[in-house]
């Protein structure tokens, strides 16, 4: 696996991209056997929910960069950043994994109660009784479910596993890099905030795009590398994308 240029030109972070998707999808087909199936386990249903997202989001953010839509592919690649920290925080933790879980099931179960209350107020929808059923089991198990703690406590406790660190990578903690480093940059775009607004008027979004498809490769990388052990991934082709994000992490600390 070769790479040309560097994160300020096009053809390294393109290239990058394109390395980390095509890891993704190779994958992504066994995930979602692993989610059909039962008895895989808590942990490895987790780590298989981030990788089945993999493809779309970095397949939604490469048609956005190339069309240009530069802003407007940041909010894409802060929610992979949010499945890359989840995915480091619960690593191989059975106890975490369920917390994930628990926390999934808060949010359908108040999913669940906006779809009620929309009912009530149009007064002709009506779901079915498999949907009732659903509902009900929801709410049974919403019962002792607790909230995920906020993403960036979550944060300061996710790293790469040791297996991604016994080449000699100068990393930093993943977790912490990936919040402050991305998920806060694109905390403006993500919301109603004035400040993508001024970038999108002067028409300079071009230079933003490298580093764009160059951080969206990098957290995609980071939710491989943590699902790779739970769901027994082969490592190898994770490994060499680790050790070139090192040696031009590194490269770019000495600029």
């Not at 989610?35 to 249903?45: N, P």
């Not at 659903?134 to 979550?154: F, G, K, M, S």
């Not at 052990?229 to 190898?236: K, S, T």
Request: charge should be negative; charged fraction near 20%.
């Amino acid at each position: 696996m070769q790479f040309q240029g560097t994160f300020c030109s096009m053809a390294f972070p393109q290239r990058f991209l394109q390395e980390a998707l095509e890891v993704a999808e190779q994958h992504a087909p066994g995930a979602r056997k692993t989610l059909e199936d039962q008895s895989a386990g808590i942990v490895k249903h987790v780590a298989a929910a981030g990788v089945v997202r993999l493809p779309g989001l970095l397949r939604a953010i490469r048609m956005l960069l190339e069309a240009g839509l530069v802003v407007e592919s940041e909010p894409l690649i802060r929610v992979l950043v949010e499945v890359a920290i989840v995915a480091m925080w619960v690593g191989i933790d059975e106890e975490r994994a369920r917390r994930v879980r628990a926390n999934t099931v808060l949010q359908v179960c108040r999913m669940q109660q906006g779809i009620e209350i929309f009912g009530v107020a149009g007064e002709r929808l009506n779901l079915g009784p498999a949907y009732q059923a659903l509902a009900a089991e929801v709410r049974n198990q919403a019962r002792e479910a607790t909230a995920l703690l906020p993403i960036a406590d979550l944060a300061k406790d996710a790293d790469f596993p040791t297996w991604a660190r016994d080449k000699g990578q100068a990393l930093p903690p993943m977790g912490l890099f990936l919040y402050h480093g991305l998920f806060r940059l694109f905390s403006s775009s993500s919301h109603a905030d004035m400040q993508p607004a001024f970038i999108v008027a002067s028409g300079q979004t071009a230079p933003m795009m490298p580093t764009n498809y160059s951080l969206a490769a990098i957290a995609a990388l980071c939710a491989l590398v943590s699902v790779a052990e739970p769901l027994e991934l082969e490592r190898e082709p994770i490994a060499q994308l680790v050790l070139l994000f090192s040696r031009l992490s590194i490269r770019g600390a000495e600029a």
